[in-house]
C-alpha cells in the first residue's frame, strides 16, 4: 500500500528557516498536502500542490515536489516560536475511493528562542 | 466556517466496555473518516464513508466498527475496548472526488484502563 515517511523531530532558532522532509511510495498520487497540528488540537491544512507542479509558494511558505524522487519539502522561512508544531505530509490519489489520504508520522518542530 | 465536532475531549473506559465515538459535520461533505494518532505513527485510518450507510475498511480495522445512517454523523465503535485502543481518535471530513482540504475535529483522548 502507499507510504509517508517524515523524520521524527526538527529543532530550529527563531529567525532561520526550518526545511521538513517527506518522501512518498505511491506514484499515482495526486495531490500532496502539508498541515499542522498545534498542541491540543487537531489538524489544519497549511498548503497542499498538484502532482504536476514543482514548487508552490505561499506568504513564509515554499512547497518544493521531486515526482521522480517522490520527495516532498516545506519551508518556513523566519520561523517563529508560533510555527513550533507538528508537521504531517500528507497525499491522496484520485484512484482512492472517497479521497483518502495517507499521512506521514508527522515531524515535531521546536522553535528555540 | 466549517465545523466538525466530536462528541468528546477526553474519555476514560474500562477493558471490555462498548465505546461509541461520535463525529457530526455541518458542511453536508459526502466523505468522513476516522484515524487515530499515535506518537511517531501519524495518522492511521481505521474507517472511512463515502454515503450514508456505506462503509470502507482502512488500514487497521480491528477491534473497530463505524456506523453512518445521517449523512452529517459518522460513529466510531469500541464493540470490547482493550488498552492497546488507547489513542487519541480523529475524525476527518472531505468533499466528494478529490478535494484539496480536510477538516478535522478536536479529536478524542480515549484511556482504556
Known amino acids: 500500500g502507499e507510504d509517508v515517511e517524515q523524520s521524527l523531530f526538527l529543532s530550529v532558532r527563531e529567525g532561520d528557516s526550518s526545511v521538513i522532509n517527506c518522501t512518498y511510495t505511491?506514484?499515482?498520487?495526486?495531490?500532496l498536502y502539508w498541515y499542522k497540528q498545534e498542541p491540543g488540537a487537531g489538524l489544519q491544512l497549511l498548503t497542499y500542490?498538484?502532482?504536476?507542479?514543482d514548487m508552490k509558494q505561499d506568504q513564509r511558505l515554499t512547497v518544493l515536489l521531486n515526482k521522480k524522487d517522490k520527495h516532498l519539502s516545506l519551508r518556513i522561512a523566519d520561523t517563529q516560536t508560533g510555527d513550533s508544531a507538528i508537521y504531517f505530509c500528507?497525499?491522496?490519489?484520485?484512484?482512492?475511493?472517497?479521497?483518502?489520504?495517507?499521512f506521514g508520522g508527522g515531524t515535531r518542530v521546536l522553535v528555540k528562542p | 466556517d466549517v465545523k466538525v465536532t466530536q462528541s468528546s475531549r477526553y474519555l476514560v473506559k474500562r477493558t471490555g466496555e462498548k465505546v461509541f465515538l461520535e463525529c457530526v459535520q455541518d458542511?453536508?461533505?459526502?466523505?468522513m473518516f476516522w484515524y487515530r494518532q499515535d506518537p511517531g505513527l501519524g495518522l492511521r485510518l481505521i474507517y472511512f464513508?463515502?454515503?450514508?450507510?456505506?462503509?470502507e475498511k482502512g488500514d487497521i480495522p480491528e477491534g473497530y466498527s463505524v456506523s453512518r445512517e445521517k449523512k452529517e454523523r459518522f460513529s466510531l465503535i469500541l464493540e470490547s475496548a482493550s488498552t492497546n485502543q488507547t489513542s487519541m481518535y480523529l475524525c476527518?471530513?472531505?468533499?466528494?472526488?478529490?478535494?484539496?482540504?480536510?477538516?478535522f475535529g478536536q479529536g478524542t483522548r480515549l484511556t482504556v484502563v
Open positions: 505511491d506514484s499515482s498520487s495526486t495531490y
Open positions: 476527518a471530513i472531505t468533499q466528494g472526488g478529490v478535494s484539496t482540504e480536510a477538516f
Open positions: 500542490i498538484f502532482s504536476n507542479m
Open positions: 458542511m453536508d461533505h459526502e466523505n
Open positions: 464513508s463515502y454515503d450514508v450507510k456505506m462503509k
Open positions: 500528507a497525499e491522496s490519489s484520485k484512484e482512492a475511493a472517497g479521497n483518502k489520504l495517507t
